[in-house]
């Protein structure tokens, strides 16, 4: 596929930036689990993101790589935190970095991190507050998730931006701001990143349902043992269907008893795709946008 293709491309870009990161980390065993946190990599989408926001507003790839190389820090910084909370011991296929080597150093892994992140944000002091604004988002939206705070569609919309359109908007805005983007064109580009993000997290929270666990490489059905906000299992709860009966099912029993809700939770990501679309209409047309429009197109319909 052309946008597999392009997601490859631009992971390059921020890698290229990661690698040069990773000296002079002591002690060893950190310095190990932060290059192993980095390289344990999906389809760096948020990478692309920034690129391609970059280009839109006139800007070019190569000038944005180190602020994609920033996000992709935030994001696994998210992935580490996220499983020691969760205590996943797989994360695409393979051992978590709690599972390797503990939750003090997973946790000490996490600091890391987003200290890396920051240090390359730098370069450029107007991102700071772009990386600051997600990182508190993201807290939020982990908080969130534990007290139960999403109980219906507009409260699980909130959560699914805090716990990850943020950083897609985050992704966007400093694109746009490393390509020379007025305010306006930032705003539109944040705004979009944002849906395409909440839109992500719906693809996800289907695919936990659907899929196997051989596709996604972790645990499939997450959401519904840890008890954790899913749009699927919510709007189930809310027409009538036990807990306990969806837990009681394989995968394709599951797909079959909560189909409405899956047809409910696709619509809703197509919704906040058509609220991206509103946004980045705003964008002047090139190339750099049919790709962010292909980007948001993909998101949704993609099987892991």
């Keep these: 596929m052309e946008i597999e293709q392009l997601l490859a491309e631009r992971a390059d870009l921020a890698d ?24 344990s990599k999906g389809k760096r989408i948020r990478s692309a993101l920034v690129t391609l926001s970059s280009e839109a507003v006139g800007g070019t790839a190569y000038d ?12 696994s910084s998210s992935l580490v935190l996220d ?58 939206g982990e908080a ?4 139960d705070y999403a109980r219906d569609k507009n409260t699980y919309i909130d959560l699914a931006f805090r716990k990850t359109g943020s950083l897609f908007g ?11 983007g007025d305010e306006k064109q930032t705003e539109s580009l944040l705004k979009f990143g944002s849906h395409i993000g909440i839109a992500f997290q ?16 972790k645990p499939v059905k997450k959401d519904l043992f840890m008890g954790r906000p899913s749009i699927v299992v919510i709007d189930a709860l809310n027409s009538g269907i036990s807990l306990d009966d969806m837990m009681k099912c ?14 409910y939770a696709e619509e809703t990501a197509r919704e906040e795709l058509r609220n991206a679309m509103a946004h980045i209409e705003k964008i002047d047309d090139s190339p750099a946008r049919e790709k962010l429009i292909t980007l948001g197109e993909y998101i949704i319909s993609r099987s892991k």
């Design 16 to 39: 290229a930036e990661l690698q040069a990161l990773l000296g002079g980390i002591k002690p060893p065993e950190l310095a190990m689990a932060v290059a192993y946190a980095i390289a």
């Design 64 to 75: 944005a790589s180190f602020a994609a190389a920033s996000i992709e820090l935030i994001h």
């Design 83 to 140: 499983d020691v909370i969760d205590k996943s011991e797989k994360r695409r296929g393979s051992d978590t970095v709690h599972k390797k080597w503990g939750t003090d150093m997973a946790l000490l892994t996490v600091q890391v991190l987003a200290a890396l992140s920051l240090k390359l944000a730098s370069r450029d002091p107007r991102l700071i507050r772009a990386i600051a604004d997600s990182l508190l988002y993201m807290g939020e």
């Design 144 to 147: 969130m998730e534990l007290v």
């Design 170 to 180: 985050s992704a966007a805005e400093v694109g746009s701001l490393v390509g020379g």
């Design 202 to 217: 719906i693809r996800d929270d289907i695919l936990d349902c659907i899929s196997s666990e051989n596709d996604l490489g």
């Design 250 to 263: 394989n995968n394709g029993q599951l797909m079959h008893l909560v189909s409405d809700s899956i047809d």
